[in-house]
């Protein structure tokens, strides 16, 4: 009875020194998926970006795009203190513009305005989607979401 209560101590004592060392591997391992992640996103961006290229220096540059999963008719986007629409997006559709850095604002026939606080050098990326009623929207999005509505 006594030698089984030293193994027993030594055991419980080797499992208490480890339980720091196993959550600090998970801690590493939890740290390389996000640099996993966060490296599939910047080759993301990149390929984005060498699709549709930079913004000019000291310009802003717009990417409006519609899902090709996008039902519905065409969404015209429009600059919101005019008339004329700048695209009409058919599903599947992308289009960039290049403007001043600033406060712009856009609209669609059912929904506007759609304010953006534009940067110089920066690219910025408008979905215009129909909603279930069929009005149509403009959201703001990402480089990422852009790339995946392109590949469906």
Same mark, same amino acid.
């Given at each position: 009875? &006594?030698?089984?209560?030293?193994c027993?101590?030594? +055991?419980? !004592?080797? !499992?208490?020194?480890s339980?720091?060392? %196993? @959550? ?13 992640? $966060?490296? %599939?996103?910047?080759?993301s ?10 913004a000019? *220096? ?9 899902s *090709?999963t996008?039902?519905?008719? %065409?969404? @015209?986007? &429009? ?5 004329t629409?700048?695209?009409s ?9 290049v ?8 609209a669609t026939?059912?929904?506007g305005p +759609?304010?953006?606080? !534009?940067?110089p050098? &920066?690219?910025?990326?408008?979905? %215009? ?5 069929? $009005?149509?929207?403009?959201l ?5 979401? +852009?790339? &995946?509505? $392109?590949?469906?």
């Amino acid at each position: 009875m &006594r030698k089984s209560l030293p193994c027993s101590a030594l +055991f419980a !004592l080797l !499992l208490a020194a480890s339980l720091p060392l %196993a @959550a600090q591997k998970v801690k590493i391992e939890n740290q390389g998926e996000a640099a996993i992640t $966060a490296e %599939a996103k910047a080759l993301s961006d990149a390929a984005v970006e060498d699709a549709i290229g930079k913004a000019p *220096s000291g310009r802003s540059q717009i990417v409006f795009y519609r899902s *090709s999963t996008s039902p519905g008719s %065409a969404v @015209a986007v &429009r600059d919101a203190a005019g008339s004329t629409p700048i695209i009409s997006l058919d599903p599947g559709m992308y289009y960039v513009t290049v403007t001043t850095p600033g406060t712009h604002s856009y609209a669609t026939a059912d929904t506007g305005p +759609f304010s953006m606080d !534009l940067e110089p050098g &920066r690219t910025y990326y408008v979905q %215009a989607i129909r909603n279930k009623k069929g $009005a149509t929207q403009l959201l703001q999005s990402n480089a990422d979401k +852009f790339q &995946r509505a $392109a590949n469906h």
